[in-house]
């Protein structure tokens, strides 16, 4: 079974490191995209099992992206987990109606519950297209 892609939209190549280290065991192929821009060009091309978006991102921020990527006939199927530091409940209602599947607090996350998190959609995702 091949692996299965997700994409990280984050700025901070911190970030990305962390996210590439946490994700790396779990057998995931990793593609990035530093901006919004980029990311939402890779979501069409590279069509992922899963987007990782932060919000507070260069070109096009992280709810333009959401919104663009769930108006498309061939992403709006695609898992797409916010992953940011913003933690206002307005943020979280926002995203969940643009059609997030998921929200996390980046500096309040455990490897652990986004790694759950990841399979389960990308696991329903998959279940949904047979």
Not at 13 to 19: G, M, R
Not at 98 to 106: D, E, Q, R, V
């Amino acid at each position: 079974m091949e692996n299965k892609k997700i994409l990280i939209i984050e700025d901070e190549p911190t970030e990305v490191f962390a996210l590439k280290k946490i994700l790396d065991g779990a057998k995931y192929e990793i593609i990035t995209a530093s901006d919004g821009e980029a990311g939402l060009k890779k979501i069409k091309e590279e069509l992922p099992d899963l987007v990782l978006l932060d919000i507070r991102i260069p070109q096009i921020n992280g709810y333009d992206v959401l919104q663009f990527a769930k108006k498309e006939e061939k992403t709006k199927n695609i898992p797409i987990i916010m992953l940011t530091n913003i933690e206002d409940k307005e943020s979280v209602k926002r995203a969940k109606a643009l059609g997030a599947s998921g929200y996390f607090i980046k500096a309040k996350t455990y490897p652990h519950d986004l790694i759950r998190t990841i399979d389960k959609q990308i696991n329903e995702k998959n279940e949904n297209r047979e």
